[in-house]
């Protein structure tokens, strides 16, 4: 009996991303204590999809005091020069002085406003049952491990709670879920109508699409592996965009445990 009901249970769409959204949260909340590292590749296109330039660059993120800070490593596929890596290197210690130079209760509040804006960002997340019409569409495999396939369009005429959550209704995808531990080992999803945003209305096309893979950093969390965004779209009322990106994230470290700031040695070719 117990077993039919969990069963039932699990291939509930609306349960299953429900848990994988909480999960997901749980890992974001983890992640500040980690560094990693991450490459981007950024390709600019024509009107004919060609390319016409493409930009590359590798940082790193590290935490300091409870604050991530992104460290420039490469830029289009060369170490920086030894002045770009000495002024790398001026700015983490300005930012390492001035977290350093700060009161109990000014860290207290700058911990607490981060805690926040994280909650924002991600709240928006906790609507996808109520939005989606979400279908359960069997098993599959990713990376050698067992999910579950979800796939889900906006309810008609449904709307949403927060002004972040309104994008959702001009996206449909699917959620490929980790059977063993609830993760979202893969999130495809596709844009329905232009959505818009920011100050200087960046807009992005309807039919612009998004690939977000996840992968287990160890037995305590996943966090995010790679991500690969196609679309047109416009930054503000003439800069048109059409391009393609993806961004992979490697080398997580616990930062408590295995891993320490260290200045890059000035590279003797440069």
């Known amino acids: 009996m117990l077993i039919t009901v969990a069963a039932a249970w699990a291939q509930d769409p609306h349960e299953l991303v429900r848990r994988s959204i909480a999960q997901d949260q749980l890992d974001w909340a983890r992640m ?17 999809g060609r390319v016409i330039s493409t930009k590359r660059e590798t940082w790193e993120t590290l935490m300091l005091d409870g604050q991530p800070y992104r460290r420039t490593l490469e830029r289009d596929g060369k170490p920086l020069s030894q002045d770009e890596q000495r002024s790398e290197q001026k700015k983490l210690d300005r930012e390492t002085r001035r977290l350093g130079s700060e009161t109990l209760a000014e860290k207290q509040r700058r911990l607490e406003e981060a805690e926040k804006r994280r909650r924002r960002e991600f709240a928006f997340l906790s609507e996808i049952p109520e939005l989606f019409d979400l279908r359960f569409e069997g098993d599959s495999i990713v990376d050698g491990r067992s999910v579950w396939v979800v796939s889900g369009a906006p309810r008609p005429g449904v709307k949403a709670k927060s002004g972040d959550a309104k994008m959702l209704l001009k996206l449909r995808g699917r959620m490929l879920i980790d059977k063993a531990t609830y993760q979202w080992a893969r999130v495809e999803a596709e844009t329905t109508d232009t959505i818009s945003w920011g100050l200087f209305l960046a807009r992005l096309n309807s039919g612009a699409k998004m690939v977000f893979e996840q992968t287990e950093v160890n037995a305590e969390l996943w966090l995010p592996k790679r991500l690969v965004l196609t679309g047109s779209g416009r930054v503000g009322l003439i800069k048109r965009l059409a391009q393609d990106e993806e961004i992979e994230w490697s080398n997580y470290k616990k930062f408590s445990v295995d891993s320490k700031i260290v200045t890059n040695p000035p590279n003797p070719k440069n």
């Not at 500040?32 to 004919?48: F, G, I, P, R």
């Open 32 to 48: 500040k204590d980690y560094t990693w590292q991450a490459h981007s590749v950024e390709k600019h296109l024509d009107s004919h």
